[in-house]
Protein backbone atom coordinates (compact mmCIF):
# COMPACT_ATOMS: atom_id res chain seq x y z
CA UNK A 1 0.00 0.00 0.00
CA UNK A 2 1.62 3.36 -1.35
CA UNK A 3 2.24 6.24 1.14
CA UNK A 4 -0.79 8.38 -0.60
CA UNK A 5 -3.08 5.97 -0.28
CA UNK A 6 -2.26 4.98 3.18
CA UNK A 7 -2.36 8.82 4.00
CA UNK A 8 -5.77 9.11 2.39
CA UNK A 9 -6.99 6.25 4.20
CA UNK A 10 -6.05 8.15 7.60
CA UNK A 11 -7.33 10.84 6.41
CA UNK A 12 -11.07 9.38 5.90
CA UNK A 13 -10.79 7.70 8.97
CA UNK A 14 -9.83 11.38 10.52
CA UNK A 15 -12.82 13.03 9.06
CA UNK A 16 -15.26 9.91 9.83
CA UNK A 17 -14.46 9.92 13.60
CA UNK A 18 -14.91 14.20 13.24
CA UNK A 19 -18.60 13.88 11.97
CA UNK A 20 -19.19 11.02 14.73
CA UNK A 21 -17.90 13.53 17.44
CA UNK A 22 -20.03 16.16 15.57
CA UNK A 23 -23.35 13.90 15.74
CA UNK A 24 -22.85 13.06 19.38
CA UNK A 25 -22.37 16.85 20.44
CA UNK A 26 -25.53 17.68 18.31
CA UNK A 27 -27.84 14.94 19.42
CA UNK A 28 -29.91 15.22 22.84
CA UNK A 29 -29.13 11.10 23.98
CA UNK A 30 -26.59 11.99 26.69
CA UNK A 31 -28.90 10.42 29.33
CA UNK A 32 -31.61 9.17 29.09
CA UNK A 33 -34.78 8.08 31.60
CA UNK A 34 -38.42 7.30 31.49
CA UNK A 35 -41.20 7.59 33.49
CA UNK A 36 -44.62 5.66 33.43
CA UNK A 37 -48.00 6.76 35.14
CA UNK A 38 -50.65 4.58 36.14
CA UNK A 39 -51.37 3.95 32.48
CA UNK A 40 -49.26 3.34 29.77
CA UNK A 41 -50.29 5.93 27.96
CA UNK A 42 -48.98 8.49 29.95
CA UNK A 43 -45.36 7.17 29.74
CA UNK A 44 -43.10 9.97 29.18
CA UNK A 45 -39.24 9.16 27.93
CA UNK A 46 -36.67 11.95 28.82
CA UNK A 47 -33.87 12.58 27.18
CA UNK A 48 -30.98 15.21 28.03
CA UNK A 49 -28.23 16.42 26.04
CA UNK A 50 -25.43 19.32 26.18
CA UNK A 51 -27.52 21.72 24.55
CA UNK A 52 -30.60 20.63 24.95
CA UNK A 53 -33.28 18.60 27.10
CA UNK A 54 -36.22 16.74 25.31
CA UNK A 55 -39.58 14.70 26.47
CA UNK A 56 -41.34 11.97 24.10
CA UNK A 57 -44.60 11.11 25.16
CA UNK A 58 -46.10 7.54 24.21
CA UNK A 59 -48.50 8.95 21.81
CA UNK A 60 -45.60 10.25 19.69
CA UNK A 61 -44.89 13.96 20.37
CA UNK A 62 -41.79 14.90 20.96
CA UNK A 63 -40.99 18.60 23.00
CA UNK A 64 -37.47 19.47 23.20
CA UNK A 65 -36.27 23.17 24.75
CA UNK A 66 -32.49 24.09 24.84
CA UNK A 67 -31.24 24.85 28.34
CA UNK A 68 -31.86 28.18 29.39
CA UNK A 69 -29.37 29.48 30.93
CA UNK A 70 -25.84 28.63 31.02
CA UNK A 71 -25.26 29.63 34.24
CA UNK A 72 -28.03 27.51 35.34
CA UNK A 73 -26.18 24.19 34.63
CA UNK A 74 -24.08 22.19 36.45
CA UNK A 75 -19.88 22.56 36.39
CA UNK A 76 -19.93 19.30 34.35
CA UNK A 77 -22.05 19.87 31.49
CA UNK A 78 -20.36 23.28 30.98
CA UNK A 79 -17.04 21.56 30.99
CA UNK A 80 -18.00 19.34 28.54
CA UNK A 81 -19.56 21.80 26.45
CA UNK A 82 -16.21 23.49 26.35
CA UNK A 83 -14.32 20.74 25.50
CA UNK A 84 -16.78 19.18 23.01
CA UNK A 85 -16.33 22.92 20.92
CA UNK A 86 -12.34 22.97 21.59
CA UNK A 87 -12.50 19.18 20.10
CA UNK A 88 -14.33 20.41 17.20
CA UNK A 89 -12.55 22.98 16.50
CA UNK A 90 -9.29 21.34 16.91
CA UNK A 91 -10.47 18.40 14.75
CA UNK A 92 -11.89 21.25 11.72
CA UNK A 93 -8.19 22.62 12.07
CA UNK A 94 -7.26 19.28 11.64
CA UNK A 95 -9.11 18.90 8.36
CA UNK A 96 -8.00 21.59 6.90
CA UNK A 97 -4.07 21.68 7.48
CA UNK A 98 -3.60 17.70 6.71
CA UNK A 99 -5.59 18.61 2.99
CA UNK A 100 -2.87 21.22 2.82
CA UNK A 101 -0.50 18.73 3.91
CA UNK A 102 -0.91 15.87 1.91
CA UNK A 103 0.40 13.84 -1.12
CA UNK A 104 -2.18 14.56 -3.52
CA UNK A 105 -2.79 18.16 -3.59
CA UNK A 106 -1.01 20.95 -5.53
CA UNK A 107 -0.29 23.24 -2.26
CA UNK A 108 3.08 23.77 -1.55
CA UNK A 109 4.17 21.58 -3.89
CA UNK A 110 7.74 23.18 -4.54
CA UNK A 111 8.97 21.74 -0.58
CA UNK A 112 8.43 18.30 0.41
CA UNK A 113 9.91 18.63 3.53
CA UNK A 114 7.40 21.73 4.45
CA UNK A 115 4.76 19.60 3.18
CA UNK A 116 5.01 16.27 5.62
CA UNK A 117 5.49 18.72 8.55
CA UNK A 118 2.37 20.09 7.42
CA UNK A 119 0.81 16.93 7.37
CA UNK A 120 2.21 15.93 10.68
CA UNK A 121 0.67 18.85 12.43
CA UNK A 122 -2.60 18.13 10.66
CA UNK A 123 -2.16 14.86 12.16
CA UNK A 124 -1.25 16.27 15.91
CA UNK A 125 -4.36 18.37 15.74
CA UNK A 126 -6.75 15.33 14.76
CA UNK A 127 -4.66 13.67 18.27
CA UNK A 128 -5.32 16.54 20.20
CA UNK A 129 -9.22 16.55 19.06
CA UNK A 130 -9.48 12.99 20.00
CA UNK A 131 -7.63 13.57 23.29
CA UNK A 132 -10.89 15.70 24.53
CA UNK A 133 -13.25 12.72 23.91
CA UNK A 134 -11.81 10.74 27.30
CA UNK A 135 -11.98 13.48 29.32
CA UNK A 136 -16.21 14.22 28.16
CA UNK A 137 -16.34 11.04 28.68
CA UNK A 138 -15.06 11.13 32.45
CA UNK A 139 -17.02 14.16 33.29
CA UNK A 140 -20.14 12.77 32.19
CA UNK A 141 -19.98 9.90 34.71
CA UNK A 142 -19.72 12.05 37.72
CA UNK A 143 -22.73 14.37 36.18
CA UNK A 144 -24.97 11.87 34.59
Known sequence: MGGGLRELSGY??????????????????WRQSSYAGDAIITA??????LWMSCAAQSTGQVQCRLHDS????????????????????????GIIV???????????????????RIAVAGGVLFVLSGKAAPAIALLMQKTF
Open 98 to 116: SVVGMKCTKVGEEDPVTKS
Open 44 to 49: VGLHEG
Open 12 to 29: LAALGGWVAALAAAALPQ
Open 70 to 93: LLSLDVHIQTSRALMVISLLLGFF
